[in-house]
């Protein structure tokens, strides 16, 4: 892999490892306004967030293949 290859990579990688952060935290916010530890408007919160980390895991899952497709295209 090229220098260049290894620098995008990083980048990728980088991308992905956010967006999977963001995806446990919005279901951990789920989760906590679901069963009320968040006082005002708990139900509201826990749909938005369940909306939003829905999202996300679809956009997720399209950038990985697409970042493992590119990843199996480049030289060892």
């Not at 829905?54 to 950038?63: D, G, P, T």
Request: with cysteine; glycine share 2%.
């Amino acid at each position: 892999m090229n220098e260049s290859a290894k620098k995008t990579f990083k980048m990728k990688f980088a991308k992905l490892t956010m967006m999977l952060n963001a995806i446990l935290l919005l279901a951990a916010l789920s989760v906590l306004a679901f069963f009320g530890l968040i006082p005002i408007y708990s139900i509201q919160i826990a749909a938005i967030c369940a909306i939003l980390c829905i999202i996300l895991i679809v956009l997720f899952r399209k950038h990985y293949l697409a970042d493992k497709a590119w990843l199996n295209e480049q030289d060892d």
